[in-house]
């Protein structure tokens, strides 16, 4: 705190005059205030400079004392005599104060309070010190930034804080679980694989992701290096996005890089290494005979006959018992082997040594006029599987310059060059087929054997381990430059801000396949070529996105009347532009290029184009920082669509109440230290389009669409082109509109130790762009779509932060501990499905995610009770009834039939709903506790409620109740039904009942029907700072290490046979073999220091 | 003043560069093709039919033959079995339209002047020829549908009505073909249309037709059966005449099995062919369904084995003790084509060394003991097939010919040399003598309608020479001898349990055992029989397969596939074809 002693100058004086002409105009605004709060009144009469001309003033100016900032709104009285006054928008103040005073005490809301000796002076100009526990957040905004306090929308803020120190490849790792309602998910654990974000639920049924931006312009989240990240912040309802407008729908994302501070330069200097293994891989029955045997009992439950091949296995198996010096591959008189080795494919296939590394450096700094901030990393990571594992390695580059040209303009430059390299050996078998996951499941009978006595792959080690070492490799390179170039400038005091910026984002896929024809022994010294493809593959796509941003910002403050506006213009223009070539028939191993192919080529290319176009203005007022009023407006085009539905005008309210403010609040400000209440209403649109990017660029033109023919019309010729006739198109397409209705409240208790935010919420998505009213199949074309479906979505959000800190065995320990959790669910309120037929994907009334199925009663435990029970003709392989062993469902309604009626919601049959798929209440949890130098930190993230039915072609789930040949997987051994074994979970024994919808295993039913809820130990750091006396010896300014911990441990009912982030289908596959065949999710332990000189 | 002068030309400035360019919204495709300049020239139009070749036939030629009375297949066919259920969506039904669209969308655009009137009709006739081909389809599936001359839109009331008459689309389907016929390009062309496919279409759906109509007389069609079976034999008669086609001749044990097996299609009798290629990776699974015991393990049935003549044209049903012949012994001294569909003894894969041991009927790929080797192609290929799929062949022409003319009572015996005595000649099988033919009682008892012992041969004929060619199922619709498909299925016979020999060499090969003995004897393969596996008299007999299952074939339904539900919930003037469970209307 520092005090400076002042003449009065002129320029105070004049804007003591402009404050008296504005007095009029505040007093209307006294008199409406009068109305609610008495309370108010005393302000106004204090601030008359007219009354006590007997008394003397005091006038001065309070500035933030670390930014030098004027503080507007700060309470200035003189002490134990109840005068008191407030500053203006230029943190002036002056006050009237009787010869008794003394002492001048000065409060602003975020910093600490200050007392002062007046000593007879006139002027006191005083500094104030935010207070250090509640230090004002700066909240980003769109096109801005603004203090928590005055925000009236739904918005979230995260800082470095929840995602540094964590072994993390990108940011939505770091975010999963620490935003509420920001739904993040994976799908995998695949190195590169870069998270889903979803905002609030379920958006529409065209999909939809909540826009993602980076230092204010579109960018790619996933690529982002963390360590450059300042803060994340999450706007969630129509008020906060709607400044952004068309691509807004779904809320928006902010992320901030940081920058550099004032002061002599910063390095810092990171790194982590450690390493990861997978977690919850399928565990498969070991033992090789009891193993053929189960399998043969199955294949017999379904057949009446032994499986085909497995008694010889049987044989040989009991063989080897006898005479374990027997080869695990024995040779039969023609030649053929006969499979009895024991192998443990999922332990030999997986990894469990997993190293990576990560480098990063950044140097930073600011003075008087210029600041600037360079970062550079390098990561590099190793994969899961054991032989020729995929690897990643990434590198990171940003340079950012701002540099003050003169008092009113500065320019700015912030580059971003990052590059990521994913080398995966190839993991689809077959071309455009399954994955060696799928593969795996097939062939991880223990009696296979790898390799033959030869060293040659077996048809089972060829599908597996040879698609890993033999097949070639994948290379898919990742780089991108975004460089955005911009102006700022004020005038008229800061008032008026006019800023401008242009960017150039670019992305480029560069994609190459090898692939290798393989070959393995099928029998003893023969070898045969797989039915597998051999070509060279390069891709490349690249996808050029230009943005302008121009906007103007003008602020007004009189007296407590504080006015903000912005108007600007949008607009973008995004470039898709991709080719690909193949070759079959590579000549050669050693090297890979296209050159070195001499098969049938196929090429393809795409180009695409949309532009979007957008003014937009935003209102801000607050009074006294107690009554807070936003308006939000964009009138947003998009190429999308044709000129007469280009179009349209998105507008948004938003109100806050702080009536912690209120001066009836201050006898229990004490407890309660700030209270807010806000709420808004608002509308966007959105024109994006799931699918065809290509395609939807252009959703309202007729085009035809060549194509390369999947068949031969030469002898000896190649795949033609072909064109087929267009898709109908819709008559007026248009913008899907969500509004949202949102109402919340922040508070914060017990000296701030206490912070609470909540908001609900009713999000309508309308005009979802959908399959237009369902023809006659006669019509032979898909109908065109229609602007025809609508959504409601309901939900809230809360979080509760506690941080306190006392002094333990002399040093200062202090803790927090934060949850966030949310919930929301999703009806379809209009839907074209007049009929409601359960096989369509929606119909109206219809909570998004419902799971039909049929009721499990148990198992028949006699064939009689089979017998008299209802038909189940409709869920069954064969013609006969069930028998013992077999699922018993309920007939609900009583038809003496299980079946689905006319699959209507009328007429479902015997189906009701059992499930839903929707992840329900997301929560996280965090805890940190700092002690002396040492920190602990503890993160758990989970879904409370969501149900999950394996698919039929789940093998990992179903095993052998897939197919006969599928391995026997720990939690179906001894788990089956039979005479003796009555309440098992599985069946009797009965191969292929899983493989279909139709038959009684993979029929959606309850018994099967899995509680996919989880919570996971996400991470827990340890961290330790060398003491500074050590440190400052070596030069530096600080040294810290942690260890940590990332997926440590779960707890969940769902099957073995799945992790609850894995539970779909291969997220590349574009193929759905069934869920559950993914990459793994990892455990990592990572070691990380940090120097900071 | 400075700085306001400043702020004003930042202000120009900003206008400036957001009010300049009024089009920035307009953007068009750059890598599709608008349909205002497309169908300007003879390649484009080339470019568009080539998207109809998908609706041909492929993989499934070889298999479809599984749902008919000539393959058991461990899993039962649900045609085979009379478990086809009412499908709720069209999908599922059949019921897709998607190829006719794409069709009518061509008809309606591709005539513009720019292009020559020859290759316009060519192209046209190319459509057409489509066109008549999915209606086909339609029919033998539907019987009666709805006709559509030209592509729909949403709100086309048409959409909604009522399914025209059989008569209608025949003769529609006939326009169509007479045009194709007129107008396409005859150049021989295995993989595309040429003017000789429409012709052999021609004949192939009147013969369906005019059979049809003939035997299903509840249709009340049968007076105009004659005229179709005319038009079926005109179009043969036409092809036979002056097309370029021949059959392939060559040795009479292996010209047949090598027609089959061969990389290329034979340019002398294969018509239209789905072709494959090794260089391209292009390849169907046959070789590994007919080899593997992972693909349904489809054996042939003894009825078909028993249609196959002695070498000296007469009746297997006349050796005595036919029936209860070891499986050497039934397959010696038969039609050569026999053993060049089945595996006999001594057979060897093409390709497999003449000093490798021959191979046997493998019951566990062929569960009836009778394993199909049409088809499969050179053991260096391993389970990928590249050999083309024949669509139309020369064969099925002239038994077309024959058939419509036996039909006709007109099958004469200078009618008979021109058509199925060609076949009989080129596996060196004794010609039928049209005037000497008797009924032979087994093939009497099978088509119980028929008792012109020259029809019944021609359906013998052609029963031999087309199998495993995918024409059983649909020559039974319209024989109207469904009920074969409700028989049992045999496989081979065999006098007991016990073990057996296979190929006549005096070592045992297969043993017929309940259970699987303890100490298996080296080199024997052992059928189980169990629930699902039986001998036809209990401790001897045929093979059975699945005789705990009932099959059932309704007559008054099962010639005829239903409609799907949600189709008839749609279109209310769409009514199920008779006896499928009606829905409850609305």
Redesign the interface.
Known sequence: MTIKNEKTNPKHMKIATHDFRMKLFNKYFVVVALLFFSQSLSWASDSDPLANRQNRIITGRITDAATGEPLAGAKVEAKGLSIATATNADGLYDLEISSGAEILMVSSIGYQTSEIQINGRSKIDITLASDERRVEEVIVVGYGTQSKEKVTGAVNQVGAEVFQNRPIVNLAQGLQGAIPNLNISFGDGQLNRGGNFNLRGFTSINGGSPLILIDGTPGEINQLNPEDVESVTVLKDASSAAIYGARAAFGVVLVTTKKGKEGRPQIRYTNNFGTGSPIRIPRVLLNSLEHARIQNDAY?GY????A??L?AVI?YLEQREADPSLPELGID??GNFIRGASTDWYGEFYNDNMPFSKNYISISGANDNTNYFLSVGHEKRDGIYRVETDNLKKYSLRFKLDKQLAG??NVFNNTELNQGVYDTPNRYVT?GGYSVYRYLSLYANPYEAIRTANGNYTLAGMSTFGQMTDAGRTIEKRQLLKSTLGFR?N?LDNR?K?N?DYTYFVTQDRNDIQNFRQTYE?RNNSI??F?G??YYRSSFGENKHHI?N?F?EFEQRFNHHNFKGLIG?N?E?YQIDNFFARR?GNITRDLGSLNLTN??PTLG?????????GYFTRLNYDYQSKYLVEFNGRYD???RFD?KT?FGFFPSVSAGWVVSNEDFFSPISSVVNTLKFRGSYGSLGNQALEGNQ?KN??AY??????YT??????????????????A?IPFNLTWETSTTLNGGFDFSMMNNRLDVGFDYYIRDTKDMLTK??????????T??RENAADLRTKGWELSLKWNDRFQLLDKPFSYNFSVVLSDNRSHITRFNNP?K?L?DTYYEGMEVGEIWGYKTLGFFQTDDESASHADQS?LR????MPLAGDIKFEDTDGSGRIDFG??TVGDPGDLQIIGNTTPRYAYGINAGFNWYNFSLDVFLQGIGKRQFYPGPESAVFWGFYNRW?QPVYEHIAGNYWSPENPDAYFPRLRAYEALSNDRSLGATQTRYLQDASYLRLKNVTVGYSLPQSVVSKAKMQGVSVFFSGENLYEWTKLSRAFDPEGINDDEEGGRTNGQGFVYPMMRTFTFGLEINF | MK??Q??IL??AG?VI??SCDSD????????????QV?FNTESDLE??T??F??YLP?NNIPTDDFSSDNVNV??LDELV?G?R?VP???ASAG????????I???LEHYDKPSISEEARSHYGGIARFFRAYFYFEKVKRFGDV?W?GR????GDPE??KARDSRTLIIDSIKADLNFAINNIRSAK????INKWAALALKSRVCLFEGTFRKYHTNLGLHSSADALLEEAAEAADLFIRTSPYKLAQGNPNTVYLNLFASE??HSDEYILT????L?????HPTNDIFTS??RG?PGLTKSLIDSYLLTNGKPFSSLPNYDELPFWEEVKNRDPRLAQTIRTPGYRRIGAPATS?PLKPDY?NALTGYQNIKFVSSVER???SYTPLPIFRYAEVLLNYAEAMAELGKLTQPEANRSINLLRDRVDMPRISVDAVTADPQLADLYNNVSDPLILEVRRERRVELAMEGFRYYDLMRWKQGRLLAETFYGAYFPGKGIFDLDGDGTDDIGIVDT?PSS?V??VQ?F?L????ALSEGNKGNIIIHP???KVFAEGKDYLYPL????L???KQ?NQNPEWDD??RD
Request: net charge negative; proline share 7%.
């Open positions: 017999r057949a009446g006959t032994d085909p091949g008694n044989d008189a023609s009113w303009i071309d400038t005038f008026l006019v401008g099928d045969t070529t039915n493809p051999d302008i121009l103007a213009y607009q223009l079959d098969g049938i290319a795409g180009k695409a184009e949309w532009a979007l176009q085009g998009t190429s000129r280009r290509l660029s252009y033109i007729s085009s035809l669409d060549p023919l999947s068949r031969l019309l030469e002898v000896g010729g190649q795949r033609p082109l072909a064109v087929s006739a267009p109908l237009g009213q369902q023809q006659p199949a006669v019509l032979g074309a109908e065109p009929n037929l096989s409709r392989l064969f013609t006969g006319s699959n040949n | 700085k306001i400043k702020f930042l202000l900003s560069l957001t920035f919204l307009e953007r068009y495709p750059q890598s599709e093709i608008s349909p497309f470019l568009y080539n998207s070749y998908t492929g461990s899993g079995a478990l259920r709720s969506d069209a019921w897709t339209w998607s190829q006719l669209y794409n009518n969308y061509f709805p559509y592509s729909l839109n949403v959409l909604f062309t295995p993989g595309r290329t299609p789905r072709l494959y290629g260089d391209v990776n292009m390849s015991a992972t393990n041991a566990a391993g389970t990928a699987r298996p080296s080199g052992y189980i169990g629930s699902d596996r705990n299952i009932e799907p539900l949600n189709e919930i749609l279109n769409l829905v409850e």
